[in-house]
């Protein structure tokens, strides 16, 4: 318990620091001279770069356990963000970016693998999850609105040396403070864990396309909420948007008691929720976006432990860090493509419509399973 307190710490300076950029890179992008278009591969670079560092990172955290690429993701990415404070051309911004996407890879799934593995009991690790859950969501409702204060009292280069300095930070007390581990492979559940060649990714093959799908409409989202009212849109403003999505999220993750429920059906409603609220932000201008952004944080608030849980299931407790890779590996596919499509395909059609349109197809295309009995999984997926 005392390492998940410190994991838990850990995650909320770098969650805290992460987020707050959000609602600066577009604005700090438009002041050298961007484009949108050139906005949306800014974006989709960082997670294009994700794909090479989950890759390795997979592998790695089974043999070698999780602590030593905590440390280094949140020291290497600190030290990006105060190159990135003196940045002078929108080129220089998408490499540093695009490094930053890569170190960052090691960072999430580190972190679950080390979560997981510190309980063998199935409803304790859908609590760790929860846990990972909140306090990713209490950083990220109060962490917009904060990057946005400190841009308008430092301006764009203050506010990425105080965060780069705030994950150095970081860094160095997950060094301090982490215990040393054996490896995460978990060689004692070899023979139960994964029923094709002990590999996690065959069997979920399907259940990838979840996390794809959510990705990418996030990343739409995180594209068009800085460019409404046609990029007119003040910083604190934005950043406010973005915590009440955190505030939804928070209101969910506080009901532990949805621990109890099947995570299948938790990650089905999850989704449904999502593809409704993008099809509010596309066609219904009657509801407030503050209110649809809220709904919208629930949907999250729900489907993220729910996916995370259902991750574990399935793979049977082993090879954790590469099982989350995977997972990462579909997000950071879909955070590529959602706001490059957004970029190219705004003027021509509501990419909110998109994402509605995607998530709705994720969930028909999903077959209804053979043996359900077995898994209590989402309709649709296969084992």
């Known amino acids: 318990m ?9 995650l909320f300076l770098a969650f805290f620091d992460l987020h707050a950029q959000y609602p600066v ?6 002041s050298l001279g961007a484009a949108p278009t050139f906005i949306g591969w800014m974006m989709g670079i960082y997670a294009l770069t994700h794909l090479p560092g989950n890759l390795i990172a997979g592998r790695l955290i089974d043999k070698q356990g999780s602590r030593r690429y905590i440390i280094f993701s949140l020291t290497a990415a600190g030290i990006i963000l105060l190159l990135q404070a003196h940045v002078q051309m929108p080129w220089q911004l998408l490499v540093l970016r695009s490094i930053s996407g890569f170190v960052l890879a090691f960072l999430s799934p580190a972190c679950l693998a080390l979560l997981a593995s510190l309980s063998k009991d199935s409803v304790t690790q859908g609590k760790y999850m929860s846990g990972h859950g909140v306090v990713h969501t209490l950083a990220s409702v109060l962490s917009p609105a904060a990057g946005a204060f400190i841009v308008a009292k430092a301006g764009f280069s203050g506010t990425f040396q105080s965060l780069g300095w705030v994950l150095i930070f970081t860094g160095i007390m997950a060094f301090l403070t982490l215990p040393k581990q054996s490896a995460q492979s978990t060689s004692q559940n070899k023979n139960e864990a994964l029923p094709i060649e002990n590999d996690p990714l065959p069997f979920n093959l399907r ?3 979840i996390p794809f799908a959510i990705a990418c409409a996030q990343g739409i989202l995180f594209f068009e909420i800085p ?6 849109a003040s910083i604190m403003s934005t950043g406010l948007l973005f915590s009440c999505v955190s505030l939804g999220a928070l209101v969910t993750l506080s009901m532990l ?23 509010a932000l ?7 976006i503050i209110v649809i952004l809220f709904v919208l944080g629930t949907a999250k608030g729900i489907l993220f432990p729910a996916l995370s849980s259902l991750f574990i299931e399935l793979s049977g407790g082993g090879r954790l860090g590469r099982v989350f890779s995977y997972q990462s590996i579909a997000m950071s596919i879909g955070s590529f493509v959602g706001p490059i499509a957004a970029g190219q395909l705004r003027g021509t059609l509501s990419p909110y419509f998109i994402a509605f349109m995607m998530l709705m197809i994720i969930l028909m295309l999903l077959p209804h399973p053979k043996n359900p009995k077995s898994v209590d999984i989402p309709a649709g997926i296969n084992v």
């Open 2 to 10: 005392k390492t998940a307190i410190w994991l838990y710490m850990f």
């Open 25 to 30: 890179l577009t604005p700090f992008a438009i």
């Open 207 to 209: 259940l990838y396309l």
């Open 227 to 232: 460019l409404r009212a046609n990029g007119q």
């Open 257 to 279: 008691f949805l621990n109890n429920y099947s995570p299948g059906k938790r990650v089905t409603i999850g989704v449904f929720m999502f593809a409704l609220c993008f099809y």
């Open 282 to 288: 596309a066609a219904i201008d009657q509801i407030p």
